[in-house]
């Protein structure tokens, strides 16, 4: 059974433009969400992360929304890099627990 | 530097060896982990232990095994048992304790070809 589920599988933008990754969830326990973010061969890194109090939060060109009634929350990457060319991760924990749950992960490409 | 360290990077053994992976974290974490990585998997859970001389079997256990016997080791041995043990195997930690942060901190990785 897959809690948590990441969408799309993989995406392909121009530089430039906007990537937009989305998690779907069922626990409604859940109230840790991180991003991660993974190059080849590298270990994954924490990219972001939003608590459910929060409807949105940025850092850079890195923007998680979050909706607590539809169970969802998506990474928007704005003006994409080709270093930006990754997998990424949504993540769901609950309270209390430091187990994490992991969607299956996105390519993204980003060509130059 | 803090961090998490894997060795080796890649490695090579023969089908009906065991093998051992190494992990070793300098973060003064209290919870370690163990996930294999496939394409297309995503990261599925091993093992994983929230203190020291503890371990709890996560969602792919069979064929693997682990000890914790010091806070910042925590080795993963792949057994003969384990079907199909070629992957990228990654080991990870959390501050974890009372109001620890939830962030993972993930090792370089090691990845493994049995043949």
């Known amino acids: 059974q897959q809690q948590v589920k990441q969408s799309p599988q993989s995406l392909i933008v121009q530089k430039g433009g906007i990537s937009i990754i989305n998690c779907a969830y069922e626990n409604t326990a859940f109230d840790y969400f991180p991003w991660y973010q993974q190059f080849p061969g590298k270990g994954p890194a924490l990219l972001i992360a939003?608590?459910?109090?929060?409807s949105e939060k940025k850092e850079g060109r890195f923007t998680i929304s979050f909706n607590k009634s539809a169970k969802q929350f998506s990474l928007h990457i704005m003006d994409s890099q080709p270093g930006d060319s990754a997998t990424y991760f949504c993540?769901?924990?609950?309270?209390?627990?430091?187990?994490?749950?992991f969607g299956r992960g996105t390519s993204l490409i980003v060509h130059p | 530097d803090g961090g998490i360290t894997q060795s080796p990077k890649y490695l090579f053994r023969k089908e009906g060896q065991n093998v051992t992976l190494s992990c070793e974290q300098n973060l003064n974490h209290d919870a370690m982990y163990w996930y294999r990585q496939d394409p297309g998997q995503g990261l599925r859970l091993i093992y994983y232990s929230q203190i020291v001389n503890d371990f709890q079997k996560g969602d792919i256990a069979e064929g693997y095994s682990v000890s914790r016997e010091k806070k910042e080791s925590f080795p993963l041995t792949v057994t003969s048992a384990q079907k199909n043990p070629t992957a990228f195997y990654l080991c990870?930690?959390?501050?974890?304790?009372?109001?620890?942060?939830?962030?993972?901190?993930f090792g370089p990785g090691t990845r493994l070809t049995v043949t």
């Open positions: 939003i608590r459910p109090d929060v």
């Open positions: 993540a769901a924990s609950e309270g209390g627990s430091y187990i994490p749950t």
């Open positions: 990870a930690s959390t501050e974890g304790g009372v109001r620890g942060s939830y962030e993972q901190y």
